[in-house]
C-alpha cells in the first residue's frame, strides 16, 4: 500500500503565509512526480504546482510568484510554500504523485486526503 499524508493547511489572514508538507510512505519504488492540487467548492480539481525528480516544476498562472513547491527525494515528501495568500486560494489542497511500486509496475496515480487551507480577508 501506498500513503500521502498531508499537513500544513489551515486558517490564515490575506496576505499571509503557509506551508504544506506531504509525505508519500509505503511500498514505493521510485517516485516521477509530485503535485499539489486544489479544489474550490464546487468546482473541478485543478493542479496547482508540480514538481519532477529533477526538480523540474510547473505552476499555474495564478500562483507564479506567490507559491514554490520543493522535493525532499530522500524523505518522499513535497512541499508547498504559500505566500501572499489570497481570499481566492480558499480550497481543499491534495497531494499528488505519480510512483512505481515495483520496478516491473505501471506509474499510478496517488492521492492524498486533502488539508483546508481558509484565507480570510
Known amino acids: 500500500q501506498v500513503q500521502l499524508v498531508e499537513s500544513g493547511g489551515g486558517f490564515v489572514q490575506a496576505g499571509g503565509s503557509l506551508r504544506l508538507s506531504c509525505a508519500a510512505s509505503?511500498?514505493?519504488?521510485?517516485?516521477?512526480?509530485m503535485a499539489w492540487y486544489r479544489q474550490l467548492p464546487g468546482k473541478q480539481r485543478e493542479l496547482v504546482a508540480s514538481?519532477?525528480?529533477?526538480?523540474?516544476?510547473f505552476y499555474a498562472d495564478s500562483v507564479k510568484g506567490r507559491f514554490t513547491i520543493s522535493r525532499d527525494n530522500a524523505k518522499n515528501t513535497v512541499y508547498l510554500q504559500m505566500n501572499s495568500l489570497q481570499p481566492a486560494d480558499t480550497a481543499v489542497y491534495y497531494c499528488n504523485a505519480a510512483l512505481k511500486r515495483s520496478v516491473l509496475s505501471p506509474i499510478g496515480q496517488y492521492w492524498g486526503q486533502g488539508t483546508q487551507v481558509t484565507v480570510s480577508s
Open positions: 509505503g511500498s514505493i519504488f521510485s517516485i516521477a512526480a
Open positions: 514538481i519532477t525528480g529533477g526538480s523540474s516544476s
